[in-house]
């Protein structure tokens, strides 16, 4: 059957805004997460991570919130910045409580334009 | 520190032929995956090794493989390829659970 791209979700903002970014994940056995930024031509990039035992976690400019009871992940970016536009993917490991720590599943991403 | 390294950077491939696609982790790294990246799909999981074995496989037919050397490179393999196998093949090295990727090889399916 014909394939259908995916319609990934927009967010615009101005420089010097700050940006939220949502995911919902779907394995509630999950217990690690990871943001990753990928910018066109190159492969996604870490940004930050959580594990489950955690709720919140700050980094420089970003902090990712966790609610597992409704199996949610956000991603603020304070005082967004041009260079920030980019695809923004969560990704969840898929291999809770086992060794197999490649193995990541990864949301649809979210595109991210900051406007000057 | 050099990141991962992925060759080539592009290919051109027809139908029914096969490819071969080069990565070299961050040094130290050990765990080595795969991904395939498309607009219909994203990025989903091939498969992963680690002290040259497979660790854990992804749902894709027969025709994708990998292997990993004693000195943690790895490569993949497509055979007899479709025109739905154009995409973006990303690897990604991890030491514990971050994994860090490549830029990776964009292959045409003619």
Redesign the interface.
Known sequence: GESVGLHLPTLSVQEGDNSIINCAYSNSASDYFIWYKQESGKGPQFIIDIRSNMDKRQGQRVTVLLNKTVKHLSLQIAATQPGDSAVYFCAENSDAGGTSYGKLTFGQGTILTVHP | KAG?TQTPRYLIKTRGQQVTLSCSPISGHR???WYQQT???????LF?Y?SETQ??K?NFPGRFSGRQFSNSRSEMNVSTLEL?DSALY?C?S?L?????????TQLSVL
């Open positions: 991962v765990s080595v995956s607009p219909g799909q994203g990025l989903q999981f992963e680690f660790r854990n992804g739905g990303l990604a991890s514990g659970q971050k994994l860090f990727f490549g830029s990776g």
